[in-house]
């Protein structure tokens, strides 16, 4: 079983910077580690995916501007995310899923079944 907490989340101005980390208990060598986002009237999100430490995946929507990474010896996965702007705002949740292949690593929120409890974004204009 894989518990996550998510810490880091704030409110910042347009054009700046946050960095969300996700602390994994129970990871291992196959887990596929994504954030989500959630703001309300809108659908979750599929933001940024990794697995096996180099693999990554993101969502068109933040490509260039999110950076999903990961520190093994901590158990932790960060996303470091430039240039925000005010549809950046929601709640952003970790999740975990159970892989053997990367096509499996997904930004798919029906795919993952662990979820941490969220961090606030919040970016004003």
């Known amino acids: 079983q894989v518990q996550l907490v998510e810490s880091g989340g704030g409110s910042v101005q347009a054009g700046g910077s946050l960095r969300l980390s996700c602390a994994a208990a129970?990871?291992?060598?196959?887990?596929?580690i994504a954030w989500f986002r959630q703001t309300p009237g809108k659908e979750r999100e599929g933001v940024a995916a990794?697995?096996?430490?180099?693999?990554?995946r993101y969502a068109d929507s933040v490509k260039g501007r999110f950076t999903i990474s990961q520190d093994n010896a901590k158990n932790t996965v960060f996303l470091q995310m430039d240039s925000l702007q005010p549809e950046d705002t929601g709640v952003y949740y970790c999740?975990?899923?159970?892989?053997?292949?990367?096509?499996?690593?997904?930004?798919?929120?029906?795919?993952?079944?662990?979820w941490g409890q969220g961090t606030q974004v919040t970016v004003s204009s």
């Open positions: 999740a975990a899923n159970l892989v053997w292949f990367t096509s499996k690593c997904s930004l798919s929120g029906a795919d993952f079944g662990y």
């Open positions: 129970g990871y291992s060598s196959r887990s596929c």
């Open positions: 990794i697995y096996g430490g180099s693999f990554t």
